[in-house]
């Protein structure tokens, strides 16, 4: 999986854990910007309790935001590094988690 850009491995590893997101009331989509200078993959995700988005650049840096859906307010707000793909695991996990699903 490593020959793959970081928003490639991110984009192939939430289309694995879709079924487990959705099974709890998570819906998210994405958005690849390939044709940008530093290439990303923008999440959009949402459930009855909260709202978030990721926005992923190849470079490896992550911005991570989680809101309540009832207030608006801000829960989460993340700069990150990723690196391998075990950050994309924690990535992943932590949006599940934010988004109210049960701790994986």
Do not use: C, W
């Amino acid at each position: 999986m490593d020959r793959l850009t970081l928003s490639q491995q991110l984009a192939e590893a939430l289309a694995l854990a879709r079924a487990e997101f959705e099974s709890v009331g998570i819906s998210f989509s994405t958005t690849p910007s390939p044709e940008a200078a530093v290439r990303s993959l923008r999440v959009d995700a949402d459930s009855e309790r909260a709202l978030a988005q990721v926005v992923l650049y190849d470079s490896g840096e992550l911005d991570l935001v989680v809101g309540d859906a009832s207030t608006g307010a801000v829960l989460l707000d993340e700069h990150r590094e990723i690196t391998s793909h075990i950050g994309i695991t924690e990535l992943i996990n932590t949006l599940f988690e934010s988004l109210g699903g049960a701790t994986k």
